[in-house]
């Protein structure tokens, strides 16, 4: 049985925790400057802790999302945006196993059809946002809206630049209305990429997640880098900051979502209700 006393008192956030989330967190106005920033970089932790390190953050994770849900007021969102094979579904598996699945909602949106391509681009990511006391996630979301809708000249640039000012609005708007929205984009490197598609061809049990349009979007590299950095560039607020997490290793991308998370539910501090007045003396027979 889980103690969840023990759980919150081992090891709250730390003050190096928030130091190294700054470092990954983009600052309202800036550049990220993705070309500068490591695919590989470690962030300081150790591959032979990074399990254990993971298990207790996700402990903690677990915790405040049940004060999350329990309290009924607030919400979290977490976007996940990155290249093909940069491992949004792993990133989801391991951060999310083992929470409540009552209070967690994860949305993957893929090319708009039917209902959603017939209305604007928000209508679909606003109906899937987190009612009060979910975690939502985010795998892929409106910003494909600005990334590959840009890159492939879906719609005139005209029409996709304007969108910064929307998304920057919306996000805003959810803020104020009472949802949490952090954004990670998954930093891989183009050989890594390479690693992966081909370790996806080779492998029977991942051949079915191999797409020939990836090798399209790979091709286009540099223009989904560079829709990368003006989206992130132009929608990192205060109240929605995007982090780059370098994603070249698994261990350390899977750890620094699960840290900015619990960094983001810490902030919240959700609390449980008060109880009913006058339970003291009740004994149930
Ligand atoms: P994933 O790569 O996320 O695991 P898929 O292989 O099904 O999942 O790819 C989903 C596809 O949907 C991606 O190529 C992505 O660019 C595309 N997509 C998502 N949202 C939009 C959008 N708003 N407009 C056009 N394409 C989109």
């Not at 709250?12 to 970089?41: E, I």
């Not at 792993?90 to 951060?95: A, E, K, L, Q, S």
């Not at 051949?207 to 990836?214: H, I, L």
Request: proline content about 5%.
């Amino acid at each position: 049985m889980k103690n969840y006393g023990d759980v919150m008192s081992s090891s709250p956030t730390s003050r190096s925790t928030a130091l190294l989330l700054s470092g990954l967190r983009v600052s309202p106005g800036d550049a990220p400057g993705l070309k500068g920033r490591s695919t590989k970089a470690t962030l300081g932790f150790h591959k032979e802790s990074a399990e254990t390190e993971l298990l207790d953050t996700r402990l903690k994770i677990d915790l405040l999302q049940q004060r999350l849900y329990a309290e009924q007021k607030r919400s979290v969102l977490l976007v996940l945006q990155a290249m093909d094979a940069a491992g949004k579904d792993g990133t989801i598996r391991h951060i999310l196993s083992g929470l409540n699945p009552a209070g967690v909602q994860v949305t993957s949106f893929k090319a708009p059809a039917g209902p959603e391509a017939a209305h604007d681009y928000l209508w679909r990511v606003h109906a899937a946002c987190p009612a009060k006391g979910e975690l939502g996630v985010f795998n892929r979301s409106h910003y494909e809206d600005v990334l590959v809708v840009r890159v492939k000249k879906f719609v005139p640039p005209k029409q996709w630049r304007r969108r910064y000012g929307h998304i920057r609005d919306f996000e805003q708007m959810l803020s104020d209305e009472g949802t949490t929205v952090v954004k990670c984009f998954l930093h891989v490197s183009k050989q890594e990429q390479a690693d992966r598609l081909q370790d996806r061809l080779d492998d029977p049990e991942k051949r079915w997640k191999f797409r020939a349009g990836d090798l399209d979007d790979r091709t286009l590299w540099l223009q989904f880098q560079a829709a990368y950095e003006e989206a992130i560039r132009q929608t990192s607020t205060a109240a929605a900051p995007w982090y780059v997490v370098p994603a070249d290793r698994n261990w350390v991308r899977n750890l620094a979502v699960a840290r900015i998370l619990l960094y983001t539910l810490e902030r919240l501090d959700p609390k449980v209700p008060e109880p009913e007045t006058g339970l003291d003396d009740i004994r149930i027979v």
